[in-house]
């Protein structure tokens, strides 16, 4: 096993107490919302794309029954080439450990970026069962499909080597989103994707989107489903598509999105920038009435 293959779990087996510990809310400081289920992908880990400070304020937020991450958590492509693992991103990792230690199922389904994790299919790492696929029923009795989505993207599958070429000006994009936000910070504004303004911009990006959702619900409803909930393609979407229900829960490097499954079946995706940013708004209101 490689460093980079063991890195999320080399602590667990040393039984060494998470280094985020003082980083956590008091409790009572923030309500933390409760779901059945919540769905997380595309986070990166191991790039300066991630948003890891927001992630980090989400899962500080929140609280489910089950977790799935549904692929590309950790980016191995990315650090193959150049090693980058700050505090923040260990900080998720034993955040994520937590909750499985408190009783939370985690389900972690390997993307492209993190296929090395696919060896270990059918085993479990500290309480997170690592799955290929799987099949999550709702409360309201839907059985939906959770996959990554990789297995249907064509470039991926016809020209692996244009998919590096793809990541690599992708990561280009990345750079330049962090330098925009740290501007942006600094002058007070709230986040903003670069990337994800370029991608709409761009018709052929679209048109794949489409395309992929398509195929997405497709196979889905050949496997005799109600719906399908994947990441992958960093577009957070709900909608129903030939009868299936097709659910992509984003990701957290451009949009910063969750899909949460509430206690009687109804699904919601998260836009978390956005409401970090009304949150931010609602605190400064009494200091600007004040002056």
């Known amino acids: ?64 029954d089950t977790l799935y991450l549904v692929g590309d958590i950790i980016d191995g492509w990315r650090l193959k080439k150049r090693f980058y693992w700050p505090a923040a991103h260990n900080d998720i990792v034993w955040r994520v450990l937590k909750r499985a230690r408190r009783g939370t199922r985690i389900v972690y389904i390997p993307g492209n970026h993190d296929e090395m994790f696919r060896q270990f299919t059918g085993l479990s790492f500290g309480g997170v069962e690592i799955r290929r696929k799987a099949i999550h029923e709702t409360a309201d009795g839907r059985k939906l499909l959770v996959l990554h989505g990789d297995e249907f993207d064509a470039i991926m599958l016809a020209h692996r080597w244009l998919a590096y070429v793809g990541d690599a000006a992708y990561g280009l994009l990345m750079r330049l989103n962090v330098a925009v936000n740290l501007v942006r910070r600094r002058m007070g504004l709230p986040y903003w994707s670069l990337s994800k303004v370029a991608k709409h911009k761009v018709k052929n990006a679209v048109a794949f989107i489409g395309h992929f959702e398509h195929v997405v619900a497709h196979e889905a409803g050949l496997r005799g489903v109600d719906g399908v909930v994947c990441g992958h393609i960093h577009t957070a979407e709900m909608r129903e598509i030939g009868g299936i229900a097709y659910y992509n829960d984003g990701d957290w490097v451009e949009s910063c999105t969750a899909l949460v499954e509430h206690a009687d079946g109804r699904m919601e995706v998260l836009h978390w920038a956005d409401e970090v940013a009304r949150r931010t708004a609602v605190a400064a209101r009494p200091a600007r009435m004040a002056a």
């Open 1 to 64: 096993m490689n460093a980079i293959t063991r890195l999320p779990f080399d602590a667990v087996e040393l039984g060494h107490e998470p280094s985020f510990a003082s980083r956590e809310p008091e409790t009572g400081e923030r309500p933390r919302r409760r779901y059945r289920t919540i769905w997380i992908s595309d986070v990166h880990l191991g790039t300066r794309g991630c948003n890891a400070e927001l992630l980090i304020d989400f899962l500080d937020s929140t609280d489910s």
